[in-house]
């Protein structure tokens, strides 16, 4: 069977654990959550995304953001392009 996993408040704990374990120091400052690293420093409402932040690098490098090629394919694809 599949994971399945939604974004909920049981989430939190977890997603803290996990960057721990990836070698992260934690902070709250105010409404945010801040990772820090030698990787860098990653900054979300909540450490689920934070850790979704720290996958995105993970994943695209440190060329993370979109092209505007990639962009108008993407929102064209989901229909999202107004």
Same mark, same amino acid.
């Given at each position: 069977?599949?994971?399945?996993?939604?974004?909920? *408040?049981? /989430?939190?704990?977890? *997603?803290?654990? *996990?960057?721990?374990? @990836?070698? +992260?120091?934690? /902070? =709250?400052?105010? %409404? @945010?959550?801040?990772? &820090?690293? %030698?990787? $860098? &420093?990653? =900054?979300?409402?909540?450490?689920? $995304?934070? @850790?979704? @932040?720290?996958?995105? =690098?993970?994943? &695209? $490098?440190?060329?993370?953001? *979109?092209?505007?090629?990639?962009?108008?394919? /993407?929102?064209?694809? +989901?229909?999202?392009? $107004?």
């Amino acid at each position: 069977m599949s994971d399945e996993i939604s974004q909920a *408040a049981n /989430t939190l704990v977890p *997603a803290i654990l *996990a960057l721990e374990a @990836l070698g +992260f120091t934690l /902070t =709250v400052q105010g %409404d @945010l959550v801040e990772a &820090r690293s %030698d990787a $860098g &420093r990653y =900054v979300a409402p909540d450490p689920v $995304g934070v @850790l979704g @932040l720290v996958k995105l =690098v993970e994943t &695209r $490098g440190s060329s993370w953001r *979109a092209t505007d090629s990639e962009i108008d394919a /993407t929102l064209e694809r +989901f229909g999202l392009n $107004g």
